[in-house]
């Protein structure tokens, strides 16, 4: 199996413009979720999906983060208009189930900088 | 509401010598604990969990950890250090009760293992 797929890897923008991150889960996980990590503030739970259904979104933080999953093999953070501290490394994840036992699968994460 | 407290930010060691990193939990709820590894420019992933049963649990790559429910602590250990260690390590709490999904996570320890 290929992993939970993130790109891009890297994005570099200017305050303002619109971003889009992209998920892939790992084939036959039903939970999806987005994190943010910050030096200051570490890991952040953003959103969470169930069946492609979103969940708990109480952590993203603001009406410019939104986020999709349109079905079981694809998920889409967006981010408009962006800002200089949306900087920061977000990270996707999956897992089957709903239990807090399930090990979640992490993605390499995108590199997000905005100037 | 769960919480997690990583005492140490960072953490040098020679190498072979031993290692704790410390955690500590707040929980008003049984727990699911556990400790995840993100080398450099990667995502997380598991080392182990404890669900429950035996206190001492053994992950990969040699590491282990000891749930104190006393305590509330998670610490994790390994005997003897390689530079191959040199990452951050992650603690992270869920709840065990229904509709307990979501991961907590700790601000990280940063590992650095000294030639």
């Known amino acids: 199996d290929a992993g939970v797929i993130q790109s891009p890897r890297h994005e570099v923008t200017e305050m303002g413009q619109e971003v889009t991150l992209r998920c892939k889960p790992i084939?036959?996980?039903?939970?999806l979720f987005w994190y943010r990590q910050t030096m200051m503030r570490g890991l952040e739970l953003l959103i969470y999906?169930?069946?492609?259904?979103?969940?708990?979104d109480s952590g993203m933080p603001e009406d410019r983060f939104s986020a999709k999953m349109p079905n079981a093999s694809f998920s889409t953070l967006k981010i408009q208009p962006s800002e200089p501290r949306d900087s920061a490394v977000y990270f996707c994840?999956?897992?089957?189930?709903?239990?807090?036992?399930?090990?979640?699968?992490f993605g390499p994460g995108t590199r997000l900088t905005v100037l | 509401a769960q919480s997690v407290t990583q005492l140490d930010s960072q953490v040098p060691v020679f190498e072979e010598a031993p290692v704790e990193l410390r955690c500590n939990y707040s929980?008003?709820?049984?727990?699911?604990l556990f400790w995840y590894v993100q080398y450099p420019n990667q995502g997380l992933q598991l080392l182990l969990k404890?669900?429950?049963?035996?206190?001492l649990v053994k992950g990969i790559n040699g590491f282990e950890a000891e749930f104190n429910k006393s305590q509330t602590s998670f610490h994790l250990r390994k005997p003897s250090v390689h530079i191959s260690d040199t990452a951050e390590y992650f603690c992270?709490?869920?709840?065990?009760?229904?509709?307990?999904?979501?991961?907590?996570f700790g601000k990280g320890t940063k590992l650095s293992v000294i030639p």
């Open positions: 084939s036959g996980h039903n939970s």
């Open positions: 404890y669900l429950s049963g035996s206190t």
């Open positions: 992270a709490v869920s709840g065990s009760g229904a509709g307990s999904y979501q991961l907590t």
């Open positions: 999906f169930n069946n492609n259904v979103p969940i708990d």
């Open positions: 994840a999956s897992r089957t189930g709903l239990a807090g036992y399930n090990e979640q699968f």
């Open positions: 929980s008003s709820v049984s727990v699911y």
